[in-house]
């Protein structure tokens, strides 16, 4: 996984890239937790996704939002993060000129900001989200949600209440031409940290069914 740096709308933001083996591949980007509750590009969940989505031949990226770690800039309760995630899909698009389409995942902040960047972006073809906060921020924007996706909620969540996204896929799932699959672990806490294998899994089946069990091209 090699480390990569790329310019941001406020300077430099830091990353790792694993490139793909195909001449046009599917491309992955992956956006982590809230910085102010620890959430970087090492985050578990958010290398976890990395890992899978990689492992099936995307070209993946995951990187810090601006002032985490090696990333220039400062916090911008999710404004200037929503610009850095269309910077590094910028990026990514530019590296893979041949890229047959992409996807987004995300968990917690990361999940919120991976569903405004579909809605800016029309070559993304799915969306992976994991404990998206509907109850803390407002997911009104998704008037229509442009993708089919997986929303995953853990039932022991202490941060992101289960109802709110339970709400929120209801909603989604009236809208025509997209199908929302929507998984519940029980005992989850927001960080997953006792079910990581389970929530994988669950993952790994839902884009079995997408994309099917071999590598995009």
Not at 30 to 46: D, F, V
Not at 117 to 143: C, H, Q, T, W
Not at 163 to 172: D, F, G, N, R, Y
């Amino acid at each position: 996984m090699p480390e990569v740096i790329f310019p941001g709308p406020e300077g430099r933001l830091h990353g790792r890239y694993q490139p793909s083996p195909h001449p046009r591949p599917m491309l992955a980007i992956i956006l982590h937790p809230h910085p102010h509750s620890g959430g970087t590009m090492n985050y578990p969940i958010t290398l976890a996704l990395y890992n899978i989505f990689a492992k099936r031949g995307f070209a993946t990226l995951r990187f810090n939002f601006r002032g985490v770690g090696r990333s220039e800039g400062e916090f911008d309760n999710g404004v200037g993060e929503l610009s850095d995630a269309a910077s590094a899909l910028d990026w990514l698009q530019a590296i893979n000129p041949e890229s047959s389409g992409t996807w987004v995942a995300g968990a917690s902040f990361g999940a919120l900001i991976a569903m405004q960047l579909l809605m800016r972006r029309p070559e993304v073809k799915g969306f992976i989200s994991i404990a998206p906060p509907a109850n803390l921020y407002d997911f009104g924007f998704l008037a229509p949600c442009p993708s089919s996706g997986l929303i995953v909620q853990g039932l022991g969540d202490e941060v992101v209440a289960e109802p709110a996204v339970a709400k929120l896929v209801e909603k989604l799932k009236t809208q025509k031409h997209i199908t929302i699959d929507y998984a519940t672990i029980e005992g989850a806490n927001h960080h997953f940290e006792a079910e990581m294998d389970e929530l994988m899994r669950t993952v790994e089946a839902y884009l079995d069914r997408r994309l099917g069990t071999g590598v995009p091209r």
